[in-house]
C-alpha cells in the first residue's frame, strides 16, 4: 500500500516549457486535490476532484490544468511555465469528510 | 467561507518545556479540524484530527488539541517537547463542498526544539 506517490520528485523547466506532474494514489479514495506550497504562505489549492469526471478550481488555478484519469490517478498540467510557478507541489487525497493524505511533493524551479 | 489564523511562524521550545501552538479558526458551519506535521523535504503527516466528537483530541507523538467552540480555536500542545519534534506544523479547516473536503490552510508554524 503505496498511499498517494507524485512523480517527479524534482524538475527544472525553462519560462515557456510545459510539463505534466502525475498523482497515483491506491486508497479507494474518491476525491483528489493539488495544492502548492510557497514559504510563508501555506498551501494554497489549485485544482479538485470530487469525483471521477469531475474537476473544479481551487484558490489559485491560473496557469494549470488538471484531468482526473481514473479514479486512482489526478494529473496537473503547466502549459507554459512561468517563475512564479517556482513553488513544491503536492497531491492529496480523501474519504469525505475525513482528512487528506498527502504525497511527498514535486519540487519544480522554472527559470 | 472559513479560514485559519496561526498565532507565530517561528516558536522556540527547550527539550522537555511544554509545546503551545496556535491556531485560530472561522467557518460558517461546523468545522472538521486538522493538525498536519511537515518534516523537511518531505509531505503532510496528520498528526490529529477533531470531527465534532470529542472536544480533547490525542493524536501521535503525544500532541493532543482542544476544540473551545467558544473561543473559535484549536490549540496544539505536547507537555514534554523532544528534539524529534522539530518541524513545521500546520492547521487546517475543513469545510464540505458538494462531495469534497477543501481544506483551508494556516499559514503554519515552524518548531525549533533547543537542548
Known amino acids: 500500500n503505496a498511499g498517494v506517490t507524485q512523480t517527479p520528485k524534482f524538475q527544472v523547466l525553462k519560462t515557456g516549457q510545459s510539463m505534466t506532474l502525475q498523482c497515483a494514489q491506491d486508497?479507494?479514495?474518491?476525491?483528489m486535490y493539488w495544492y502548492r506550497q510557497d514559504p510563508g504562505m501555506g498551501l494554497r489549492l489549485i485544482y479538485y476532484s470530487a469525483s471521477e469526471g469531475t474537476t473544479d478550481k481551487g484558490e489559485v488555478p491560473n496557469g494549470y490544468n488538471v484531468s482526473r484519469l481514473n479514479k486512482r490517478e489526478f494529473s496537473l498540467r503547466l502549459e507554459s511555465a512561468a517563475p512564479s510557478q517556482t513553488s513544491v507541489y503536492f497531491c492529496?487525497?480523501?474519504?469525505?469528510?475525513?482528512?487528506?493524505?498527502f504525497g511527498p511533493g514535486t519540487r519544480l524551479t522554472v527559470t | 467561507a472559513q479560514s485559519v489564523t496561526q498565532l507565530g511562524s517561528h516558536v522556540s521550545v527547550s527539550e522537555g518545556a511544554l509545546v503551545l501552538l496556535r491556531c485560530n479558526y472561522s467557518?460558517?458551519?461546523?468545522?472538521?479540524l486538522f493538525w498536519y506535521v511537515q518534516y523537511p523535504n518531505q509531505g503532510l503527516q496528520l498528526l490529529l484530527k477533531?470531527?465534532?466528537?470529542?472536544?480533547l483530541v490525542k493524536g501521535i507523538n503525544g500532541f493532543e488539541a482542544e476544540f473551545k467552540k467558544s473561543e473559535t480555536s484549536f490549540h496544539l500542545t505536547k507537555p514534554s517537547a523532544h528534539m524529534s519534534d522539530a518541524a513545521e506544523y500546520f492547521c487546517?479547516?475543513?469545510?464540505?463542498?458538494?462531495?469534497?473536503?477543501?481544506?483551508?490552510f494556516g499559514t503554519g508554524t515552524r518548531l525549533q526544539v533547543t537542548l
Open positions: 487546517a479547516v475543513s469545510g464540505l463542498t458538494g462531495t469534497a473536503s477543501k481544506l483551508t
Open positions: 467557518s460558517s458551519v461546523p468545522p472538521y
Open positions: 477533531y470531527t465534532s466528537a470529542a472536544t
Open positions: 486508497m479507494n479514495h474518491n476525491s
Open positions: 492529496a487525497s480523501s474519504t469525505v469528510p475525513y482528512e487528506q493524505y
